[in-house]
């Protein structure tokens, strides 16, 4: 049994702490049963994106009637998108596999790992099916996958998730999508604009649940503008037959203890069903049982404020963890954690105004809180909404986009949600005040801004006049 000072599970952010390692002098190991990177890599963020934005290309020709343009597409070699995506990720992965097999301070096990007590794992399944290794440090990093949920029917039933979709070369004539969250709204767009009659079926009253409120509701009207959005609903059956995939949904109410259905099933049918319901950690495929990790009521590691498990010297991040399913969030916990472990001065990991943005269409962003989220805790606030088309820039762009800004009385940025173009690079000047400056109106307010870019979006957002909101004031 080959033993390590830090052995890593995942191939993602981890690798970042790996590599820290290494530089630290120490002997590594990493642990992967899929293709390298991790699942922002080859099932995520980056293929999703590559192929989003040949959507977002094809739907500014389709508008350019608007600006007084006469453009028409000819042909849409979707299988080639399709390819070229896949092959440039299947690329990358490749390299980090090669990078890693040809180094002399890496080694690489290929196959699932499980821990046999708590510092050691065997690998089960893989290219190094029954070797053992073990690690004075060892980092859980081993992500999430596709929930499905136990629909009636499901299992006798072919479905895609959001990994085979992402590698379908030919669009449906007709895409079910059960689940209302940004994986579904971004392959809906995806989808849609590439001629799929899209069909969504989702529990929350809005899609993207996670957004404010008011920018939910906004881009679920878009949505139900360009198919069809049963939101509200419960997927409770699925059935095949003939090439049709047939879904049945229930009225779906929440309460104090949870949900449940209530009121007349409707039925859709389509030729492809997506299931894009959430992610559940893999923390379930790892034999925690024989360590002292524990783990919460959904599966997720628990960890302390630096980012270390109920165990000595196992450490945890990424999407396992559970607190932002975000590759930019896995980011930073990989820098927390190596600062903890090879560090001098161990710092809880500070998750700060962590932004979010869905590249659908329109785009979506948000960054600190949401206005339900202060109204329930009685705080008091005030809010200010500001249209793109009163911008010069936003007006040439023929959009309706807008950005709500929400600030406490003294002037702290408490939060900003916007929808709109370009949306997940506006919010990046909000966090940054948020994050690096003195987390007040003053950052915005007082930094120039380039006229008439879109950016005065943002600074106009958060200049002018205020609405008081919470603790029993009318907006």
């Not at 039933?157 to 030919?170: K, R």
């Not at 010069?392 to 916007?418: N, Q």
Request: hydrophobic share 35%; glycine share 10%; proline share 4%.
């Amino acid at each position: 049994m080959e033993e390590f000072d830090f052995v890593v599970i995942g191939s993602g952010s981890g690798l970042d702490v790996a590599n820290a390692a290494v530089n630290q002098g120490q002997s590594v190991a990493i642990v992967e049963k899929g293709p390298l990177g991790g699942t922002c890599l080859n099932r995520g963020c980056i293929p999703s994106k590559l192929l989003l934005y040949h959507a977002d290309v094809l739907e500014t020709i389709e508008r350019a009637g608007e600006f007084h343009i006469d453009a028409s597409v000819d042909d849409v070699a979707f299988d080639e998108i399709v390819r070229e995506v896949n092959e440039e990720v299947e690329a990358d992965s490749e390299s980090i596999h090669k990078g890693l097999r040809s180094s002399s301070q890496h080694e690489l096990y290929e196959g699932e790992g499980r821990f046999v007590d708590e510092k050691t794992i065997e690998i089960t399944d893989g290219a190094d099916e029954g070797e053992r290794l073990r690690g004075d440090t060892v980092l859980i990093a081993a992500g999430t996958r596709p929930s499905i949920p136990p629909i009636d029917g499901i299992e006798q039933t072919e479905y895609m998730t959001s990994t085979e979709a992402l590698q379908l070369e030919t669009p449906p004539e007709h895409l079910v999508i059960i689940g209302g969250g940004y994986i579904a709204a971004e392959l809906a767009h995806f989808f849609g604009t590439f001629g799929s009659d899209v069909t969504i079926i989702g529990r929350r009253p809005n899609l993207l649940p996670d957004a404010d409120e008011e920018v939910a509701e906004a881009f679920t009207e878009r949505y139900a503008e360009r198919f069809t959005v049963h939101t509200g609903h419960a997927a409770t059956a699925v059935s095949q037959s003939d090439g049709t995939v047939t879904v049945e949904a229930q009225p779906y109410e929440y309460g104090d203890d949870g949900g449940s259905t209530v009121g007349d099933p409707i039925t859709v049918t389509g030729d492809e069903l997506l299931v894009a319901a959430g992610r559940r950690p893999n923390s379930d495929t790892l034999d925690l049982d024989a360590t002292g990790v524990e783990t919460d009521d959904q599966g997720f590691i628990e960890t302390d404020e630096y980012l270390q498990t109920t165990a000595d010297d196992i450490w945890a991040l990424g999407d396992i963890v559970g607190e932002y399913l975000l590759k930019h969030s896995a980011n930073h916990e990989a820098q927390t954690v190596a600062r903890n472990i090879f560090g001098e001065d161990p710092q809880p990991v500070d998750y700060t105004a962590m932004p979010f943005a869905v590249f659908a269409a329109p785009e979506v962003a948000g960054v600190g809180a949401r206005e339900e989220e202060l109204e329930d805790a009685g705080r008091e606030y005030a809010t200010r909404t500001y249209q793109y088309d009163q911008t010069a820039r936003g007006s040439a762009m023929k959009t309706d986009g807008f950005l709500k800004a929400i600030i406490d009385l003294d002037g702290e940025i408490l939060g900003c949600h916007i929808i709109g173009p370009d949306a997940s690079t506006l919010i990046q000047e909000v966090v940054v005040a948020m994050k690096a400056g003195s987390g007040t109106v003053k950052d915005i307010r007082e930094s120039i801004h380039i006229h008439p870019a879109l950016s005065e979006v943002v600074q106009r957002g958060f200049s002018g006049q205020f609405s008081r909101g919470g603790s029993g004031h009318s907006h």
